[in-house]
């Protein structure tokens, strides 16, 4: 009898000894070991993360996380993307983990990866899941372009690129301050510019979002700067403002002219023709994904708007706004489209 009981005591420590481990790995947040790197970060949600050595295995929960480790020169230790990261051409070859704000955790777990850098569109619940499973977790949430450079910083203190994050930084700043050189002084007479993401209905960039800051920043006064956020207004509204430029989101489709949808219908809707920017053709179609996401490709966008505005400071010649400047389709989309649109702006990703 008492071997027998000897027996099962003993494999009743070891079922308990099993099941704190289990607990263990899946609440326990990293530990440092003796001699080892690590680097402590406050990422976008005001969190103290503690990173372990320089990781080998990424995963990038948004696109415009995507895009700043791929300009870090991290491309072969990124393991996984999303579905909505398309941006460089390189990410085509990468394994997906489910979509931006639809993140397949399973998936996740199966990259074993040693960082992972999310985003508030991928949900809290996501999030949380993953830390509880003693994944390392960086939230980045851009709201501005100060704010790209930003968390080009901390995604380079994180990952051990902080030189290759100087420099990109010290580049990009260049760049935004040579457009402020350009425009400099031209404030005061600063055409108005309505940035159109979508137009049935018509739905405008306000005050707050990074295609405001944009327009501000290359010499421009937004047309609809009194509004907050993404805003619908009425045509009748749009017609008032009469704004001086109307810059158009690509990615609305495209019709069977091979013209943007958004444009062609500014272009083509007879109410409209009395405004200044159709009168004069200044209506240009932009990369929505360029204007919309914090990456560094936002310099791209502020120095495209600039020399649309000021062409005078260009050393190119401005596009003719004719809809040649064509978006790259993604086939017709409904408002239930555009709705997931403005989400995605939202999430500023």
């Given at each position: 009898m008492q071997p027998t009981r000897l027996i099962l005591t003993a494999a009743s420590l070891v079922v308990l000894l099993l099941i704190a481990g289990m607990a263990g790995a899946t609440t326990v947040p990293p530990v440092a070991a003796d001699g080892e790197k690590t680097v402590t970060v406050t990422d976008d949600s005001?969190?103290?993360?503690?990173?372990?050595?320089e990781p080998q295995r990424i995963v990038s929960l948004a696109?415009?996380?995507?895009?700043?480790?791929?300009?870090?020169?991290?491309?072969?230790?990124?393991?996984?993307?999303?579905?909505?990261?398309?941006?460089?051409?390189?990410?085509?070859?990468?394994?997906?983990?489910?979509?931006?704000?639809?993140?397949?955790?399973?998936?996740?777990?199966?990259?074993?990866?040693?960082?992972?850098?999310?985003?508030?569109?991928?949900?809290?619940?996501?999030?949380?899941?993953?830390?509880?499973?003693?994944?390392?977790?960086?939230?980045?949430?851009?709201?501005?372009?100060?704010?790209?450079l930003h968390d080009i910083e901390l995604a380079g203190r994180a990952t051990g690129q902080e030189e290759e994050a100087s420099t990109l930084i010290e580049g990009l700043g260049a760049r935004i301050e040579a457009v402020a050189g350009k425009v400099?002084?031209?404030?005061?007479?600063?055409?108005s510019v309505a940035h159109v993401i979508w137009h049935d209905p018509l739905w405008v960039s306000g005050k707050g979002t990074f295609q405001d800051e944009v327009i501000t920043l290359a010499g421009g006064t937004n047309a609809f700067g009194a509004f907050d956020d993404w805003s619908i207004v009425s045509l009748e509204e749009f017609i008032t403002v009469n704004p001086d430029y109307i810059l158009v989101s690509s990615g609305s489709g495209m019709d069977r002219d091979g013209y943007d949808a958004i444009y062609n219908y500014i272009v083509s809707e007879p109410r409209l023709q009395r405004l200044d920017a159709v009168k004069n053709d200044r209506i240009y179609v932009i990369d929505a994904d360029v204007v919309s996401r914090g990456s560094p490709r936002i310099v791209d966008a502020l120095e495209e708007v600039a020399d649309y505005l000021h062409p005078e400071t260009s050393g190119t010649?401005?596009?003719?706004?004719?809809?040649?400047?064509?978006?790259?389709?993604?086939?017709?989309?409904?408002?239930?489209?555009?709705?997931?649109i403005v989400f995605l702006l939202r999430t500023k990703k």
């Open positions: 005001g969190k103290t993360v503690l990173i372990r050595g696109p415009s996380n995507t895009e700043i480790l791929y300009a870090l020169g991290l491309e072969d230790r990124i393991v996984a993307v999303t579905e909505r990261c398309d941006y460089p051409p390189a990410t085509a070859d990468k394994p997906k983990v489910g979509g931006f704000s639809t993140v397949n955790i399973e998936k996740v777990i199966a990259m074993e990866p040693d960082l992972v850098f999310a985003a508030p569109a991928n949900t809290d619940e996501v999030i949380d899941r993953l830390r509880s499973l003693g994944m390392t977790v960086v939230i980045l949430d851009t709201q501005t372009i100060d704010g790209v400099d002084g031209r404030q005061a007479g600063s055409p010649a401005t596009p003719e706004a004719t809809g040649a400047v064509q978006s790259p389709g993604f086939g017709a989309i409904t408002l239930t489209g555009a709705l997931f």
